[in-house]
């Protein structure tokens, strides 16, 4: 049968924030001015990748860690990306901690995805730090780290990102952003229908587990499946901070909210406070969450079943 | 709290995209950034003409903190970058790669914040492509350095693409009818970077100077 394709789609993927960005942007307009702003969406993603980046030496995130003990000013990407980090770890009790780069470090998660190259931080930027040792002056703008440290913002600049490059194609008529697992829809898909999203079978890489009809708003998945440290395979890129251990009991975690930003730093939050308060924890922050454990059972906040099927 | 937190939550992330969509995406680092660069600010003063208006005028401030909003810039002029080589990198001299695609039409927003990262520059200017395999099949890749920096990595070909949809009972109907994986989206399903790291490889080995 042949696809009752109502609108053409345009289809564009780089690698960027050390995963496969995807986007694809479905509309009549004419092939220029589809490339262009796909080109400016990229762009603005490239941004907040050179500005929070942890393994480019150069990115204003190092800049700041190199400057311990001073108030910083910061550009509005890293400064807001910061907040919303903060604000996360607060809720959490510090589950969720953007201080977490040294540990991430010391596990080996250390390499720059394209030159390769191995991040070098420091020396003295092991004291045990944690996100009470940064503060943010709302006013000027400014950020003062208390004590050495390295920042990881992976969890947050992502989605950030993905919603600024959704901006830049809010004019048409459907979009779908997806940079590794973080998800931002909007409009129709090119049969004119919403957008069909499949949650990954947490165990079986090319099965789904889970289908999701949703558009306008992010979809992102947490999940240990995804990345394991290259030192010791049992432990995986998502920790709590409380603990220092990788979390147990969830292999995945997947959030809906109005921002990718959000819904990022909230399934990985929800991930890390594990598997007896992650709904709860979703629930109350008014958005929709689907959890898998480790024994393949799925859970769900009450709401999520609308979008399912 | 918490229902509060939800809006506050909510709010947080609304005031970061309008921010910082309404700034631009250029930012000059101040200070301690500036005095990296200073080695090389001959490059970065004396930029050639053929940079924008907006890139000459981010390298000329380089040592204060500037947030330019010259965002809506054009950004047609595919050539730009290569005329843009820093002093140092003499050796302009064509690589045949140089040329490439025609999806290298790079951002001169992009690019002018980039101004400064001369002096470390590894690579030379361009777009550079790549080929490897991967546990799926085969991939290239067009990296694009300006200033000597990364600043666009785009897949130009990826053969292969999940293969069990199709055959995937769990699918739904209309998918397997339309034949189209495309249009379905996957969350959690991270083509890892690892896929691509040869032709990554290949590409930059390509743009070493």
């Given amino acids: 049968m042949e696809l009752p394709s109502k609108y053409r789609m345009t289809s564009d993927s780089r690698l960027l924030m050390g995963t496969l960005v995807n986007i694809q942007v479905v509309g009549n307009e004419v092939a220029n001015v589809i490339d262009n702003a796909i080109e400016k969406a990229f762009s603005a993603m490239h941004f907040v990748e050179a500005m929070c980046s942890r393994f480019d030496d150069q990115s204003a995130l190092r800049e700041l860690c190199r400057h311990p003990g001073e108030w910083m000013k910061v550009p509005d990407v890293l400064f807001e990306t910061l907040r919303l980090a903060l604000t996360m770890s607060e809720l959490t009790d510090g589950a969720f901690d953007p201080t977490i780069g040294n540990l991430l470090d010391r596990h080996g998660f250390n390499t720059h995805y ?3 190259e191995v991040i070098s931080i420091d020396a003295d930027a092991q004291e045990k730090v944690s ?3 940064i503060s943010l002056d709302e006013e000027a703008r400014n950020v003062y780290l208390h004590k050495p440290m390295l920042l990881d913002l992976g969890a947050v600049a992502k989605g950030f990102a993905v919603d600024l490059a959704a901006k830049e194609l809010s004019e048409f008529k459907g979009v779908a952003i997806n940079a590794g697992g973080d998800l931002f829809l909007k409009g129709v898909d090119p049969t004119g229908e919403i957008w069909k999203v499949g949650i990954q079978h947490p165990k079986d890489k090319e099965a789904m587990i ?3 009809s949703i558009t306008d708003a992010a979809v992102c998945t947490s999940g240990t499946y995804e990345r394991r440290s290259p030192i010791n395979q049992e432990i995986h890129h998502l920790f709590d901070f409380t603990t220092g251990q990788s979390t147990k009991g969830l292999v995945s975690c997947t959030v809906i909210a109005p921002f990718a930003m ?3 730093a909230v399934s990985t939050a929800a991930f890390v406070l594990g598997k007896d308060r992650a709904l709860d924890f979703v629930n109350e922050l008014e958005l929709d969450a689907l959890c898998i454990d480790d024994s393949l059972e799925i859970s769900m906040t009450d709401a999520m079943e609308r979008y399912l099927g | 709290m918490a229902k509060k937190m939800g809006k506050r939550l909510m709010g947080i992330c609304g005031v970061a995209v309008t921010a910082v969509y309404a700034a631009g995406y250029i930012y000059t680092m101040p200070s301690a950034q500036a005095n990296a660069a200073s080695a090389s600010l001959p490059a970065a ?3 050639t003409p053929a940079s924008s208006g907006a890139s000459a005028s981010a390298s000329a401030s380089s040592s204060t903190p500037t947030t330019n909003t010259a965002k ?15 002093t140092k990198s003499s050796s302009t001299s064509s690589t045949s790669s140089t040329s490439s695609t025609s ?4 951002s001169s927003s992009a690019s002018s914040k980039k101004s400064q990262a001369a002096s470390t520059a590894k690579y030379k200017d361009g777009t550079f492509t790549g080929t490897g395999t991967n546990s799926y099949g085969t991939c290239s890749v067009a990296v694009t350095i300006q ?4 600043v666009s990595a785009k897949i130009t070909n990826y053969m292969m693409h999940y293969p069990q949809y199709y055959i995937d009972p769990q699918l739904p109907q209309e998918v397997v009818s339309m034949q189209t994986w495309q249009i379905y989206i996957v969350s959690g399903a991270t083509a890892s970077t690892y896929n691509f790291a040869e032709a990554v490889y290949y590409a930059l080995q390509k743009a070493k100077a």
């Fill in chain 1, 131 to 133: 996100f009470r040792d």
């Fill in chain 2, 72 to 86: 809506h810039t054009s950004k047609q002029h595919s050539t730009s970058s290569q005329n843009h080589q820093s």
């Fill in chain 1, 262 to 264: 959000l819904a990022d």
């Fill in chain 1, 114 to 116: 394209l030159t390769g």
């Fill in chain 2, 147 to 150: 200033h000597g920096k990364i």
């Fill in chain 2, 45 to 47: 003063s004396t930029s």
């Fill in chain 2, 103 to 106: 999806t290298s039409k790079s």
């Fill in chain 1, 210 to 212: 889970a289908w999701l």
